[in-house]
T-cell receptor, first 112, second 116 residues
Framework: QKEVEQNSGPLSVPEGAIASLNCTYSDRGSQSFFWYRQYSGKSPELIMFIYSNGDKEDGRFTAQLNKASQYVSLLIRDSQPSDSATYLCAGLESGGSYIPTFGRGTSLIVHP | GAVVSQHPSWVICKSGTSVKIECRSL??????MFWYRQFPKQSLMLMATSNEGSKATYEQGVEKDKFLINHASLTLSTLTVTSAHPEDSSFYIC????????????FGDGTRLSIL
């Protein structure tokens, strides 16, 4: 069974710090990965996606993928209180059914 | 780009009523749409996957006669909760994606369903 694991948290960081969110996956066939942010009572919002080993940067966000270690992470630089949310990691197998597997999410709290 | 509109955003109705939720991709053609359910402080639970013009594929434990899904066009999918009961009260979220392998899915704003 394909699994995507995330620490549920909460992860608490001070404003201005770097928040590091981690995700591991069991299916070596997974090729692309997505990070979503979900505020309480709202639906998930896509932040970034990555499918090549290495880093991908977009503003304050950096996604990192290491397929050998089956590990994907999201770094948030200069964290703001508005970044406080649950972050969902999802993996997608290429050539498969296009159904992504979601982790349970990590709760991030950025305190002033 | 990649906007998914979901309607209604909030529904309150009596037990036994059937409720239809619409999910539209506004600026792209969605070859695949997904329906999720989420209880408070719980993770997303995939209910079903639908491809345009074909029958939906339901996840194990989801009653297909209870949750009717129609994906009649590349921009519209509907979920009908038939004869809803209080235990069906939840946050229902649709998402849509194009057929590209690496393409992410984009979520609608969700529908909060409360059955009295």
């Amino acid at each position: 069974q394909k699994e995507v694991e995330q620490n549920s948290g909460p992860l608490s960081v001070p404003e201005g710090a770097i928040a590091s969110l981690n995700c591991t996956y069991s299916d070596r066939g997974s090729q692309s990965f997505f990070w979503y942010r979900q505020y309480s009572g709202k639906s998930p919002e896509l932040i970034m996606f990555i499918y090549s080993n290495g880093d991908k940067e977009d503003g304050r966000f950096t996604a990192q993928l290491n397929k050998a270690s089956q590990y994907v992470s999201l770094l948030i630089r200069d964290s703001q209180p508005s970044d406080s949310a649950t972050y969902l990691c999802a993996g997608l197998e290429s050539g498969g059914s296009y159904i992504p597997t979601f982790g349970r999410g990590t709760s991030l709290i950025v305190h002033p | 780009g990649a906007v998914v509109s979901q309607h209604p955003s909030w529904v309150i109705c009596k037990s036994g009523t059937s409720v239809k939720i619409e999910c539209r991709s506004l600026d792209f053609q969605a070859t695949t749409m997904f329906w999720y359910r989420q209880f408070p402080k719980q993770s997303l639970m995939l209910m079903a996957t639908s491809n345009e013009g074909s029958k939906a594929t339901y996840e194990q434990g989801v009653e297909k006669d209870k949750f009717l899904i129609n994906h009649a066009s590349l921009t519209l999918s509907t979920l009908t909760v038939t004869s809803a009961h209080p235990e069906d009260s939840s946050f229902y979220i649709c998402s849509a994606k194009t057929g590209g392998t690496y393409q992410p899915q984009h979520f609608g704003d969700g529908t909060r369903l409360s059955i009295l």
